[in-house]
């Protein structure tokens, strides 16, 4: 293999704090979340009561979003109450995608004792955050029907004796897709993150000259995408699970 050409599944340890690893992965999302903090405080700072040209495109883009979260849930109300949720998901995952794209990526070094390993390591490209992000949907997912329909209907999803065979084997259907979208959640944005990475990777040491340039425009559409598409079917799945039978 080419000298300097590093590709890895894992995230690669940098050193401990208090007995704890951290990640290559972990430092680069503490640089996603804090970028997401300064643009939050930026935005909350710059608000006027009359807005600029800025501000009004913001504010028609958010509006934008509530409404087409209105039609999905039939309930403004509703729409409110997870926009903040169905928000902050999209933009984490578009921002850690977009991150990649900095020159820091791949160049930057450092010793864990044994190699030289990459400072930096694409969030979504690491099997544990995109894990723990189809986590919290699907936490949030099942709470938002057990709390709109109460424990028993929401079971009844699931545990269905009164439809006779068919409605129990539908049932358990039910339960094993929603099981499995910790699945699809989590391996569909790492699948395409990290394939992503890899072709860069190696278009990048073997045709370092134009050929990397559309494949990044291309990849830059793909993280939107995929940042679109995680958030799109938390919102569809909230409005299945709040549902009645």
Do not use: C
């Not at 300097?4 to 990640?23: C, D, M, N, Q, Y």
């Not at 997870?82 to 930057?108: K, S």
């Amino acid at each position: 293999m080419e000298s300097g050409l590093h590709i890895t599944l894992a995230a690669e340890r940098l050193f401990s704090v208090w007995g704890i690893p951290v990640t290559n992965t972990m430092l680069t999302m503490w640089v996603v979340t804090a970028i997401l903090i300064i643009l939050a405080l930026v935005v909350r700072y710059r608000l006027s009561i009359i807005p600029g040209k800025l501000q009004n495109a913001f504010e028609m883009f958010f509006e934008y979003l509530i409404d087409m979260m209105e039609k999905t849930l039939e309930n403004r109300r509703i729409a409110l109450r997870y926009f903040p949720l169905i928000a902050t998901i999209f933009l984490f995952i578009f921002i850690a995608n977009m991150v990649d794209f900095v020159p820091i990526f791949g160049t930057l070094k450092v010793s864990d004792g044994k190699e030289l390993v990459p400072l930096f390591h694409p969030v979504n490209a690491d099997l544990n955050t995109t894990l723990a992000l189809a986590i919290i949907s699907f936490v949030v997912i099942e709470l938002s029907g057990i709390f709109t329909l109460g424990v028993l209907k929401y079971g009844a999803k699931f545990v269905n004796f009164r439809g006779g065979a068919m409605g129990f084997v539908v049932g358990l259907l039910e339960l094993i897709g929603n099981l499995a979208r910790l699945v699809s959640f989590s391996f569909r944005l790492f699948g395409a993150i990290f394939a992503g990475e890899v072709l860069l990777l190696v278009i990048g040491t073997f045709v370092p000259y134009f050929l990397p340039v559309p494949l990044m425009a291309f990849e830059a559409f793909i993280g939107l995408l995929q940042a679109g598409i995680f958030a799109i079917l938390t919102l569809a799945f909230i409005k299945l699970a709040i549902s009645e039978h």
